[in-house]
């Protein structure tokens, strides 16, 4: 019974893993490198059937003969938003800015209008407060810690992505 309760207590008390990556591949039909790194949130908020789960802010990049073909920024939140499409930013610790974002076609993901200027914001900031309304709910809000973050963004600047 001892030998369970500690794993059980460490899973409590210990602070969660940061959940980030990064991925390049090449596209064999066209000869695009495709880059994408990703940050899961360090707070949860409820998904739409009350499962408490992280948004993710996704960077994607591609590539061919060393030009910047496209680029774009999203944060993919646990819900279902439908036509909400108006959301807030806070940076460390300055004051929100109501937005305008596009929405993903299964309305789960909202989209950067101006993507390379939210990517310059992430390298030059240490938090997002990501704030949005999901379909027949109150707002919602999660917090990303951008610390490691950054390291995955430099290594897209230096595969060619030009978003500074």
Known sequence: MKLLLLPLLAAFVLPNAVNA??????DL???????RAYL???TT???SIGIQEEATIWIRCSLKDNLMKSFDAYIDTPSYNADNNNVALRW???EPAKARWGKSVDSSAFFAPKPKEFANKISN????VFQWTPYNSGSRAVKFNLGDFKKDINKM???????Q
């Open 125 to 128: 900031s240490d938090s997002l």
């Open 21 to 26: 990556g990064y991925s390049s591949n090449v």
């Open 92 to 94: 460390d610790k300055g």
């Open 157 to 163: 600047i230096e595969a060619g992505c030009d978003f």
């Open 45 to 47: 908020t409820a998904n």
């Open 40 to 42: 899961d949130s360090s």
């Open 29 to 35: 039909m066209t000869d695009e490198t495709k880059l």
